[in-house]
């Protein structure tokens, strides 16, 4: 028999629970033994205690999850039954779901920070939304109903990036209290570690494989911690001002990062060492992001390059002909542009202009087809990778609109602005 062994703090929520469903039922008796036996014997119900009928209604939602948890199934059986007998066929010229694009009007206004909204985040397994404010909290929201869930609290200034693991096990957040936050996913977002060492705002953190974060900081460096221990393992310095954002490479070997100096430089995580120095920016770079590797073949089509693609040298640890990564970056900028550089030769690719303010983020969309930028004009832009055009303009809030993030679950972009409102929309 398998025992399941709650954390000690829900398993206090649910004794808690059992008793003040004893005691509204009147087994009073069994509720004496019951808190004795538990050590919960001050326990008193209080129809305005939060625990009050919190067993039925957890009991309840329980039913509810299996009833749609059995028709989830159902439909996914039927589905893979018609995929078998061929009765799902795409129709010639059809947009595919890997080309939908988001949509106006927005989908729903997601209103619960009061600060304005400086980083959004969609769970890799699940329709889940964590939003980061310079209100100090993250708020996690069910992104296919848009219903608020939940706040997590620890920081004590402005949030300003957020990060999951691969898994979505786990959620990592950083802050101008020069802290970083490790928060227990299963264990309803218990915040679980606190990293100290940055000497000023921490401005953006990325999973660097496993078990490693890699941060970026107005202290002007980049630090990689070890997420089981908690330890600062390595500092990279070279920008001469704030560090704003930073990114990794899909194999985990290279770190991009964007700074106030007006450079993107690339590093190798485990030497320190500067690979790359890309110039050109004309202000402050506001995000630098590596293409994915399905993004190549519009990349080279943009800058009439060969289209037989890199290869990473075959080693004990990597398969034979696996496609290199992180050959190219992309970078937005005060200066109004996003760029696209080769990071091998340290050129300028393409500049992609039609932004009226500041570019202040933007996502590749999961198709390797198109960029989708936001700014602080107020705008998403949706860029044809392949021939460098905008292809699309949304208004996309009242004021700046600071972040951006597509889910891989379900077609729905996210957007954040200064106007404290996180926008969902949908993509067809």
Known sequence: MTEHVLPERQLKELQKAILDFMHTRGYTE????????????????????????????????????????????????KLQDDVKSGAVVRRAGAKGSTEWLPRPPVKARLAQHRSPITSVRFHPQYPVLATASEDMTVKIWDAESAEFERTLKGHTKAVQDLVFDPKGAVLVTCSADLTLRVWDVADEYKCVRTLHGHDHCVSAVRFLGPDKLVSASRDKTIKVWELSTGYCIRTLAGHSEWVRS???????????????????????????????DLRGHEHVVEVAKFAPVNAYACIRRLADLPQQPAVVQNSDSTPANTPATGLYVVSGSRDKTLRLWDVTSGQLLHKFVGHDNWVRDFVFHPSGKTIISVSDDRTMRVWDLATGRCAKTIEASEHFTTCIDFSIVSPLVATGSVDTFVGLWECR
């Open 246 to 276: 930073v990114d990794v490479s899909a194999d985990a070997r290279l770190v991009c990062t964007g700074s106030t100096d007006h450079t993107v430089r690339v590093w190798d995580p485990n030497t320190a060492e500067c690979k790359a």
């Open 30 to 77: 069994s509720a004496q033994a019951f808190a004795r036996e538990t050590d919960n014997e001050g326990f008193t119900a209080d129809p305005n205690d939060r625990h009050h009928n919190l067993l039925a209604k957890k009991w309840t939602s329980v039913i509810r999850l299996q009833r749609k948890i059995m028709e989830l199934e159902a439909k996914y059986a």
